[in-house]
């Protein structure tokens, strides 16, 4: 019985020590660097691969954190991704790309079709990781959230500086981008704040128009081009613009009426590839009657920054920068 007990005992020891030796084997080895699949490292990595949820302006979203095959149809969140660096894999070709943005219009890039009609074929052939739409896509969330992830980035033009941050910041999020993203904010902040300041010392008001072949369009604040009242601090000639998406139906007599010290003009035509002069149309008869005219003020706005591609790191930087100038 004594020679059963210790033969016990002894096989407990072994089996202890065999344990032990295991246990030591699967943890790090510091002479070599080697580490167990259960290190801070592996945690990290799981992290990097996980998801987040993003709220937006169609619902929220579970999103996949650097994700692979990006789709975009915002050009200005397309611009704020070229900026850091982030590669895409389909791009709205099928119309007028900004030409700052042109490379996009290679073949490298697979067409996903145009901002108001999407080819949802040619968007699923890319097996997207994320799909980001704004305001032409809306109606189109549900079909394309079938295909991946889609969230809407629009600018909401009531608050324009807060959903644009809102929007970058979701972008720094998705792609481990924020500290680029916060100094990209700063600068365009540092430079408002320039802006605002010169507008208001300029005493100024301010008239802004669409010109659309034969036709032209009022905005004031809260619309679509409502940041240069908004944000930049320009006095508006005209305090009681509808605030639409389209932009209130004027004529030049009203033009003459409001008298403008200068006169913004966002030329639709010149955006996509129209044939008509904004020029010719606007600088007429009536219009050579106000303060913009004789003083040099007519202000013709890049339209493929205000018109294609607002609300991106480079496009407002742009738009700041021609208030700016404006105003000397």
Same mark, same amino acid.
């Given at each position: 019985?004594?020679?059963?007990?210790?033969?016990?005992?002894?096989?407990?020891?072994?089996?202890?020590?065999?344990?032990?030796?295991?246990?030591?084997?699967?943890?790090?080895?510091?002479?070599?660097?080697?580490?167990?699949?259960?290190?801070?490292?592996?945690?990290?990595?799981?992290?990097?691969?996980?998801?987040?949820?993003?709220?937006?302006?169609?619902?929220?979203?579970?999103?996949?954190?650097?994700?692979?095959?990006?789709?975009?149809?915002?050009?200005?969140?397309?611009?704020?991704?070229?900026?850091?660096?982030?590669?895409?894999?389909?791009?709205?070709?099928?119309?007028?790309?900004?030409?700052?943005?042109?490379?996009?219009?290679?073949?490298?890039?697979?067409?996903?079709?145009?901002?108001?009609?999407?080819?949802?074929?040619?968007?699923?052939?890319?097996?997207?990781?994320?799909?980001?739409?704004?305001? *032409?896509? %809306?109606?189109?969330?549900? +079909?394309? =959230?079938?295909?991946?992830?889609?969230? $809407?980035?629009? &600018?909401? @033009? /009531?608050?324009?500086?807060?959903?644009?941050?809102?929007?970058?910041?979701?972008?720094?999020?998705?792609f481990d981008k924020q500290a680029e993203i916060d100094a990209e904010i700063a600068t365009i902040e540092e430079s408002i704040a320039t802006v605002n300041e010169k507008a208001t010392a300029s005493g100024e008001k301010g008239l802004i128009i669409l010109a659309n072949d034969d036709k032209i369009s009022a905005y004031g604040a809260n619309s679509r081009f409502g940041i240069i009242h908004d944000v930049l601090g320009v006095a508006q000639s005209d305090e009681n613009i509808e605030?639409?998406?389209?932009?209130?139906?004027?004529?030049?007599?009203?033009?003459?009426?409001?008298?403008?010290?200068?006169?913004?003009?966002?030329? *639709?035509? %010149?955006?996509?590839?129209? +044939?008509? =002069?904004?020029?010719?149309?606007?600088? $007429?008869?009536? &219009?050579? @009657? /106000?303060?913009?005219?004789?003083?040099?003020?007519?202000?013709?706005?890049?339209?493929?920054?205000?018109?294609?591609?607002?609300?991106?790191?480079?496009?407002?930087?742009?738009?700041?920068?021609?208030?700016?100038?404006?105003?000397?």
């Amino acid at each position: 019985m004594k020679k059963l007990g210790l033969l016990l005992i002894t096989a407990l020891l072994l089996f202890i020590i065999a344990a032990c030796g295991a246990k030591e084997e699967g943890e790090q080895d510091t002479s070599t660097g080697n580490e167990t699949p259960n290190t801070e490292e592996n945690s990290d990595t799981e992290e990097a691969s996980g998801t987040i949820t993003v709220k937006h302006e169609s619902g929220e979203t579970p999103v996949p954190v650097n994700p692979e095959n990006v789709v975009v149809f915002d050009f200005g969140i397309l611009d704020t991704l070229d900026k850091l660096g982030i590669d895409v894999a389909g791009v709205a070709q099928a119309g007028t790309i900004p030409s700052y943005l042109e490379k996009y219009a290679g073949e490298e890039y697979t067409n996903i079709g145009s901002l108001k009609e999407p080819d949802l074929e040619a968007i699923s052939g890319v097996e997207p990781g994320l799909i980001i739409i704004s305001g *032409r896509q %809306a109606e189109m969330y549900d +079909e394309l =959230s079938k295909i991946a992830p889609t969230i $809407n980035l629009g &600018v909401d @033009n /009531t608050r324009y500086m807060e959903s644009f941050k809102e929007n970058m910041a979701i972008i720094g999020e998705i792609f481990d981008k924020q500290a680029e993203i916060d100094a990209e904010i700063a600068t365009i902040e540092e430079s408002i704040a320039t802006v605002n300041e010169k507008a208001t010392a300029s005493g100024e008001k301010g008239l802004i128009i669409l010109a659309n072949d034969d036709k032209i369009s009022a905005y004031g604040a809260n619309s679509r081009f409502g940041i240069i009242h908004d944000v930049l601090g320009v006095a508006q000639s005209d305090e009681n613009i509808e605030a639409s998406t389209h932009g209130m139906n004027v004529t030049f007599e009203y033009v003459v009426e409001q008298d403008p010290d200068i006169l913004y003009v966002v030329d *639709r035509a %010149a955006a996509v590839g129209g +044939e008509t =002069s904004a020029s010719q149309l606007v600088e $007429n008869e009536l &219009v050579k @009657n /106000t303060k913009a005219f004789k003083n040099d003020k007519i202000v013709y706005l890049n339209p493929e920054y205000w018109y294609l591609s607002g609300g991106g790191v480079v496009s407002v930087a742009q738009m700041i920068m021609d208030i700016d100038e404006s105003l000397n």
